[in-house]
């Protein structure tokens, strides 16, 4: 599920969000899923793609750098992720 975008106290980066993968547990796993694709599609079935970047945090969220900026009606949507 999409958390958020990447973000810092003066700036947000718009094709970078923060993805909390299911099942997962700590930060060791979210580290072995680096280089994985995901995929979100829009309501209007435009998918946008990204790839797993690296592990966000202590509690298994992963950064996830996609190929546009996204939308904000993203956050709170399911992703598929893929090999």
Do not use: D
Request: aromatic residues 4%; without cysteine; positive net charge.
């Amino acid at each position: 599920m999409i958390k958020n975008f990447r973000r810092g106290r003066h700036r947000v980066k718009m094709n970078q969000m923060v993805v909390y993968p299911a099942q997962m547990k700590g930060r060791e796993e979210a580290k072995g899923m680096v280089g994985k694709t995901v995929t979100w599609k829009s309501p209007g079935g435009k998918e946008l793609k990204g790839t797993i970047r690296s592990a966000h945090g202590g509690k298994g969220a992963v950064r996830v750098l996609f190929e546009t900026g996204m939308p904000g009606q993203a956050i709170g949507e399911k992703v598929n992720i893929h090999e």
